[in-house]
């Protein structure tokens, strides 16, 4: 028994040199990068109290910020349905896309290979880069926007649907062409009602990141609430800013209550 | 017995699997090699043999969801080999399939998964969108009373319990009101009561609706129980061919011998020994 505990406690003792060696390199190696980036960890923790005590004076919203609330809420409105549209089309294109990308549902090797490698691209080139490129053809407006969000969404959601199909379809695919029904019968009574939720719930998530991109989006080409943030921001009216986030967390947080009411729905 | 053995000699042949190969894709072994078989109508076959042995593609080739590199098929007097769109939707339309893993439409209705059953009879338009008519749908309660599932006819898929489910797998396929029904271990994920309960309705609708069944099964002993006749598959190859009642054990050795691993063979004795003592048992009884 005596003799067992010893062992152990060697075992134990050898693990807690090679986890204190670990732990050893790992504070060299921050403090390296410390000073070759200039980079102080005590500066950087003290200053943590003074940031949050500016975000207290100064982005808490004030009563004269919200004679701006109109304002904020006609472009939070405009962003959202931005959004929505974006998504929704982006959806709508990305089902058909993935019907050819889905090995279960696809007509040919061909086309299961064109689908992925066209959703593939339009998702690799991130939204920014969209917006920049579009901007020299469609100029500073809405349309800008919803076409960066509708090719990025409809690349994400081309490669979610795959899956979704993929993993779903493929035995009541077999089920019903075994029943002698042709491909639109196998789609619209087979695959469409089993990958239906699923789709719904990508579709819901993809609202939701295309409103916080659309912010983002919405500074490069002028439209939306990131173009009255920016607005603000540059005027140095925090206060408003904070409404602002306060406005686009509450719109996010509602969606994301909204989806899950839904998702419980349809399941 | 004997009425019906004559009754067969005379039936004509469903089936005729002449040759039949089949590989995956060029540098794997071959699924199937010169797979022949004649199945006649009315008949009962049970296709037993080792996991891998070729027994679901051998299943799917009939019905052409798997298309064979060589060989012809010969279903209901017409060559099958080649028909392709609606030719080969006509063909299958004859050919009911029961899975494994049930493959229902789990969010739709039991109603709905048997009235998919005729949608090889429809209109592209009215099948895609589930229109059926009153005489089809009178028509699936006739065959949802059959398999005793009238009471959950409005119950999703989801709901049901894994005998309730192949019952639906079954009510569909018979809704095609096919000549051949294939079966792809249709008892491998059920519990003992269930699996028979499902043997008993395949047989009774193979007795009762003249369909002829082609079953794979995992196990012997149902295989005995409940066919006229028992094939064997190992390796890709038919290694026995005849009557169920007929079969021996040192057939039972044959058809489960592994051919690719010697040192699996021992392995394979001992799992057998439980469906043999069956075998022998039912032997005894019958």
Request: net charge neutral; proline share 3%; hydrophobic share 45%.
């Amino acid at each position: 028994m005596a003799k067992r505990k010893r062992l152990n406690l060697s075992v134990l003792g050898r693990r807690n040199i090679s986890v204190g060696l670990v732990v050893l390199v790992l504070l060299l190696i921050v403090e390296l990068s410390s000073q070759a980036t200039d980079f102080s960890l005590a500066d950087g923790l003290t200053s943590v109290p003074t940031a949050l005590l500016w975000m207290v004076t100064h982005l808490v919203p004030t009563a004269k910020s919200l004679t701006n609330l109109p304002d904020i809420l006609s472009a939070l409105g405009q962003t959202i349905l931005m959004a929505v549209a974006a998504t929704v089309l982006g959806a709508i294109c990305a089902l058909f896309f993935s019907l050819m990308g889905a090995r279960t549902t696809s007509p040919s090797v061909i086309l299961t290979r064109a689908a992925r490698v066209v959703a593939s691209f339009f998702r690799n080139i991130p939204d920014v880069v969209w917006t920049i490129i579009l901007l020299f053809s469609f100029g500073q407006n809405m349309i800008t926007g919803i076409i960066t969000l509708f090719f990025t969404s409809f690349g994400m959601l081309t490669r979610y649907f795959i899956e979704v199909i993929d993993e779903i379809g493929s035995d009541t695919m077999e089920a019903l062409r075994s029943t002698g029904a042709n491909y639109f019968q196998t789609f619209a009574q087979g695959i469409y009602p089993s990958i239906i939720p699923e789709v719904v719930v990508w579709t819901m998530f993809m609202v939701e990141t295309n409103i916080r991109d659309a912010t983002l989006i919405g500074i490069l080409t002028a439209t939306g609430i990131g173009y009255v943030f920016s607005l603000f921001y540059t005027r140095l009216d925090f206060a408003t800013c904070g409404l602002i986030i306060v406005a686009l967390a509450v719109v996010i947080i509602t969606l994301e209550l909204v989806s899950s009411q839904i998702k419980k729905m349809i399941v | 017995m004997i009425s019906k053995g004559l009754k067969q000699m005379q039936a004509p042949e469903l089936l005729s699997i002449d040759n039949l190969s089949k590989a995956y894709n060029k540098t794997e072994d071959q699924a199937l090699t010169d797979v022949s078989l004649t199945v006649t109508e009315g008949e009962f076959v049970c296709v037993i043999g080792p996991s891998g042995a070729g027994k679901s593609t051998l299943l799917r080739c009939i019905n052409r969801l798997v298309d064979a590199t060589q060989g012809d098929l010969v279903f209901n007097g017409q060559n099958i080999t080649r028909v392709t769109g609606r030719a080969l939707r006509e063909v299958r339309t004859n050919i009911g399939m029961v899975f494994q893993n049930y493959n229902l439409v789990e969010r739709r209705s039991v109603l709905e998964n048997v009235l998919h059953g005729k949608l090889g009879h429809k209109s592209t338009l009215a099948g895609a969108l589930g229109f059926y008519t009153e005489a089809e749908k009178a028509e699936a309660f006739e065959i949802l009373e059959m398999f005793g599932l009238a009471k959950l006819a409005y119950k999703r898929c989801s709901e049901l319990s894994g005998g309730q489910k192949q019952r639906v797998g079954i009510a569909r396929a018979a809704m095609q009101h096919p000549k051949l029904i294939l079966c792809d271990e249709p008892i491998a994920s059920l519990d003992p009561n269930s699996a028979e309960m499902i043997m008993d309705y395949l047989r009774r609708m193979n007795e009762t609706m003249g369909i002829t069944c082609i079953v794979n099964l995992h196990h012997v002993d149902y295989a005995i129980q409940y066919a006229d006749r028992i094939v064997g598959i190992n390796a890709g190859r038919v290694v026995h061919d005849g009557p169920s009642k007929a079969i021996q054990q040192h057939d039972l050795a044959r058809i489960y011998e592994n051919r690719h691993d010697a040192t699996v063979i021992e392995m394979r004795s001992t799992a057998q020994t439980q469906p043999l003592s069956l075998f022998l048992g039912v032997a005894v009884n019958g």
